[in-house]
T-cell receptor, first 113, second 113 residues
Framework: DTAVSQTPKYLVTQMGNDKSIKCEQN?????MYWYKQDSKKFLKIMFS???????INETVPNRFSPKSPDKAHLNLHINSLELGDSAVYFC????????????FGPGTRLTVT | DQQVKQNSPSLSVQEGRISILNCDYT??????FLWYKKYPAEGPTFLIS?????DKNEDGRFTVFLNKSAKHLSLHIVPSQPGDSAVYFC????????????FGKGTKLTVNP
């Protein structure tokens, strides 16, 4: 009975491809996030959505586009993948945008070759 | 520009002893701080938090101390157990500000039986 789930867990693809990572939460939370953990282990926020509305949009290449079809889902689409996109991507959710106790998914390890 | 710093990449302690994990921050606007624990191949899980109006918060074996003047916080685990072996991330936020969490690089704690 996973609270925040992500698919796939591993993703290996070639440069230039377009890929998507899906995220779903069954906690009834209003806010969802995407984080990137790079090779230096920093966990950095990319986007946040509150009730399907984009709230936080960090300085991320526009090749990355989040899509929230409903409150329980926040998918991440990445176009024209580059080597530097290789990282672990975490989805998270929280009750509200002002709630800092966030629940994280297990992560998706993306490897671009 | 690391606003949240965890200068010890690793820490090793004996079971039953105290574990002390440290975190420093540079942004004086941060007023809410959290610790997350992360096991391999899993997402971070929320552990404990503290608001800047307090200098201590305790939850079972876990206590977080905040020294605002030094811009320093620490997580104490007493007694340490082998199951506590994980990577611990310090995070900070500015309530009413950008509403995002800024994470440190993490400290890997190993508790030896």
């Amino acid at each position: 009975d996973t609270a925040v789930s992500q698919t796939p867990k591993y993703l290996v693809t070639q440069m230039g491809n377009d890929k998507s990572i899906k995220c779903e939460q069954n906690l009834g939370h209003d806010t969802m996030y995407w984080y990137k953990q790079d090779s230096k282990k920093f966990l950095k926020i990319m986007f946040s959505y509150n009730n399907k509305e984009l709230i936080i949009n960090e300085t991320v290449p526009n090749r990355f586009s989040p899509k929230s079809p409903d409150k329980a889902h926040l998918n991440l689409h990445i176009n024209s993948l580059e080597l530097g996109d290789s990282a672990v991507y975490f989805c998270a959710s929280s009750q509200e945008i002002t709630t800092y106790e966030q629940y994280f998914g297990p992560g998706t390890r993306l490897t671009v070759t | 520009d690391q606003q949240v710093k965890q200068n010890s990449p690793s820490l090793s302690v004996q079971e039953g002893r105290i574990s002390i994990l440290n975190c420093d921050y540079t942004n004086s606007m941060f007023d809410y701080f959290l610790w997350y624990k992360k096991y391999p191949a899993e997402g971070p899980t929320f552990l404990i938090s503290i608001s800047s109006i307090k200098d201590k918060n305790e939850d079972g074996r876990f206590t977080v101390f905040l020294n605002k003047s030094a811009k320093h916080l620490s997580l104490h685990i007493v007694p340490s157990q082998p199951g506590d072996s994980a990577v611990y991330f310090c995070a900070a936020s500015e309530q009413g500000g950008s509403e995002k969490l800024v994470f440190g690089k993490g400290t890997k704690l190993t508790v030896n039986p």
